[in-house]
Nanobody
Framework: QVQLVESGGGLVQAWGSLRLSCAAS????????MGWFRQAPGKEREFVAA????????WYADSVKGRFTISRDNAKNTVYLQMNSLKPEDTAVYFC?????????????????WGQGTQVTVSS
């Protein structure tokens, strides 16, 4: 099992940047693919980005491609989400999640461990 704690959320103006971090505790962080999801009020939780175990492969939702970058540091047991050119529609609670799937996945049902979330609010 791995426990996840997100940080780095906050209030930012449109076109600004934030970097989210997700620290993992427990064993074998490097054996998990990692993902970021978000949930806005009244909406379902949606996929944002994912990265495979080694960090060599990534996948992005079309809505964030070219603006967000997912990365990981297995030595620090941490996954990051660099968010640039933020828009008001990016406002949501952002969750990181861990999956033992081989490869990477955008399916939230493939993720077994979730953090508590961090709020990101983008003002216009």
């Amino acid at each position: 099992q791995v426990q996840l704690v997100e940080s780095g959320g906050g209030l930012v103006q449109a076109w600004g940047s934030l970097r989210l971090s997700c620290a993992a505790s427990g064993r074998s962080f490097g054996s998990y693919a990692m993902g970021w999801f978000r949930q806005a009020p009244g909406k379902e939780r949606e996929f944002v980005a994912a990265i495979n175990r080694s960090g060599g492969a990534t996948w992005y939702a079309d809505s964030v491609k070219g603006r967000f970058t997912i990365s990981r540091d297995n030595a620090k047991n941490t996954v990051y989400l660099q968010m640039n050119s933020l828009k008001p529609e990016d406002t949501a609670v952002y969750f990181c999640a861990a999956s033992q799937t081989v490869g990477i996945s955008r399916d939230r049902n493939r993720y077994s461990n979730w953090g508590q979330g961090t709020q990101v609010t983008v003002s216009s």
